[in-house]
């Protein structure tokens, strides 16, 4: 609403600007047409000069000797003098059709108007009527006259008169304005609309019919997409729920097998060792099925987040321990750094999900290393946020690896790293980041960061 006041307030201001500005520019060109033009008052008071430097003497009228008579008629055409009579008692350059006597009424209507269409201007002397010409064309001559109530009513009324125009421009703007921002408005909530996930169909009448025809387009467009993005994650959903699923109850039948005839101690060493490597894949393929159906749920939001408080210590505690327990620890070396700040921070998580992340990282660093690495899991309390590391010093994360984990970026030779994306989704959805690097001098380190349960309930 703001936006559109202010839009609104705009248009007011700018249309008073114009119309002063209009005004005021058409005050100065009639003070500059006036300055640059307006000679009259000049003509007026030559033409006088002019008659006063006529002088009787004994040879008749003379000008002035201080100049000559050219330039005493400088920017007139011709000259004379009529008597009481109006006989032309004297001329210069008088052209011959005018040399003649003239009548009172020929006086009267040439003092106003024009003598032969030569704008002429008169001055009473002493010796008689002083008539000057300027050259035709030169001078608009005409008297204009009107009633005085009519000029008073005129002058009274002018600023009232240039008030109400102003008001009807300044209304007719804020109409218009008004028009123009209920629909920039609702074209304004359709684009919230979209933005929130919606779908929105603006008249396409007014002004702004088609910007409201693109947003309504636009909607149309993003409502196809999302279904269609819709449809395409249910199904892969729906795919991997269900090769999960399918896939379960025969893996479940091969890693029961491949235990008991590990443990058969009728069969051969070969044999046995054979089985114990088909339980070892099938734990495998068992953990990325696991992990793919708990990237999916995180990805779409599907996986409940249980969480409650949970103290870092005893958590970390057991999950080493169990993972000192897993076939995957044999040939490990593990060490535990929990100082007491660290052991009694309290996180506000879903400790499955936050053991689930732990325990990839733990299970990458064994399996990923030959045997006799040494696995670190530590924890450091750093200004309300928790810090999760688990370092080897085995051979560190392959160059690829390392450039998809810490860029996003993806492609057809992407390597595996299902294990750890899910640490980096399982951290994003309490509030965390995972950062994985090169361990000094050696091996791989990652760095889960979380907040404690104050920083998390801010």
Not at 19 to 40: A, F, I, N, P, R
Not at 161 to 170: E, H, K
Not at 199 to 218: C, I, K, M, S, W
Not at 250 to 267: C, H, K, M, R, T
Request: aromatic content about 8%; charged content about 20%; overall charge negative.
């Amino acid at each position: 609403m703001k936006t559109f006041t202010r839009m609104i307030r705009r248009y007011v201001l700018a249309t008073a600007a114009v119309v002063l500005l209009v005004v005021g520019l058409l005050l100065g060109l009639t003070v500059y047409l006036g300055l640059h033009y307006g000679e009259t008052s000049d003509d007026r008071a030559r033409i006088g000069t002019l008659a006063e430097a006529l002088t009787p003497t004994a040879d008749g009228l003379q000008f002035d000797p201080a100049q000559t008579p050219a330039q005493w008629m400088q920017g007139y055409a011709w000259a004379m003098v009529l008597d009481g009579d109006g006989t032309v008692i004297w001329q210069y350059d008088l052209p011959q059709n005018l040399n003649k006597h003239y009548t009172a009424s020929e006086i009267a209507s040439f003092s106003r108007w024009y003598l032969d269409d030569w704008p002429v201007f008169c001055w009473t002397a002493d010796y008689g009527l002083f008539v000057a010409a300027q050259p035709r064309g030169s001078v608009w001559k005409y008297n204009i006259y009107s009633s005085a109530a009519l000029m008073y009513a005129a002058a009274a009324g002018l600023l009232p008169t240039l008030g109400v125009l102003l008001a009807a421009v300044v209304g007719c703007c804020v109409f218009f304005s008004w028009r123009g921002a209920r629909q920039l408005r609702a074209i304004a909530a359709g684009l919230d609309t979209i933005a929130d996930g919606g779908t929105v169909e603006l008249p396409t009448t007014g002004y702004a019919g088609e910007l409201a025809d693109a947003v309504n387009r636009a909607s149309e467009q993003l409502r196809r997409r999302k279904e269609i993005i819709a449809r395409r994650d249910d199904a892969r959903t729906n795919w991997i729920a269900g090769v999960s699923h399918d896939v379960r109850t025969p893996l479940a039948l091969i890693l029961g097998w491949a235990e008991q005839l590990e443990q058969d101690a009728a069969l051969p060493a070969a044999v046995r060792q054979k089985a114990g490597n088909i339980r070892t894949q099938s734990e495998k393929l068992r953990a990325l099925i696991e992990d793919l159906n708990l990237t999916s749920k995180l990805q779409y939001g599907a996986q409940p987040l249980r969480r409650q408080p949970v103290q870092a210590g005893p958590l970390l505690r057991r999950l080493a321990a169990e993972f000192c327990e897993s076939p995957l620890a044999v040939g490990c070396d593990m060490a535990v750094e929990l100082p007491p700040d660290a052991d009694k921070a309290v996180l506000h998580a879903d400790a499955a999900l936050l053991g689930r992340a732990v325990e990839n990282l733990l299970n990458n660093a064994a399996r990923h290393n030959a045997p006799g690495v040494h696995i670190t899991l530590a924890a450091a309390l750093r200004e309300n946020a928790l810090e999760l590391t688990v370092a080897d010093d085995g051979a560190g994360y392959p160059a690829a690896v390392l450039h998809a984990l810490q860029t996003g970026e993806t492609g057809a030779n992407t390597p595996h790293i299902l294990g750890l994306h899910v640490v980096e989704q399982i951290a994003q959805a309490h509030g965390g980041s995972v950062q994985f690097m090169q361990n000094a001098p050696q091996g791989a380190k990652a760095v889960v960061t979380l907040p404690t349960e104050n920083q998390a309930h801010r």
